[in-house]
């Protein structure tokens, strides 16, 4: 059984930073991409940032470009998000997704096979 469970968020102070871990298992981890959305409360979900675990090519939405990095450790399978810069226009609840397929540029305007739980992360001005 597939399972993606993210952790790490909480309140932070604007300009901190937050480090999410998106943990997998059940499936053969270097198969898979990764990806963090986020949904704020009354908008849509979005796309944060994708990577491809088995050769690290990542994208990343153009709103947290240059202070969000996404990165793998395939040894503990597990995918991070280090945040900083932290606006209160980042609030939102994080949700990972895994998809055996990937989709390169398309990776905001596809549907990924599977999802998190979500983990909330709110900072404050």
């Known amino acids: 059984e597939v399972q993606l469970v993210e952790s790490g968020g909480g309140l932070v102070q604007a300009g901190g930073s937050l480090r999410l871990s998106c943990a997998a298992s059940g499936f053969t981890f270097d198969d898979y991409n990764i990806a963090w959305f986020r949904q704020a409360p009354g908008k849509e979900r979005e796309g944060v940032s994708c990577?491809?675990?088995?050769?690290?090519?990542?994208y990343y939405s153009d709103s947290v470009k240059g202070r969000f990095t996404i990165s793998s450790d395939n040894v503990k399978n597990t995918v991070y998000l280090q945040m900083n810069s932290l606006k209160p226009e980042d609030t939102a609840v994080y949700y990972c997704?895994?998809?055996?397929?990937?989709?390169?540029?398309?990776?905001?305007?596809?549907?990924?096979?599977?999802w998190g739980q979500g983990t909330q992360v709110t900072v404050s001005s």
């Open positions: 997704a895994a998809d055996l397929v990937w989709f390169g540029s398309s990776w905001n305007e596809l549907p990924w096979d599977y």
């Open positions: 990577i491809n675990t088995s050769d690290g090519s990542a």
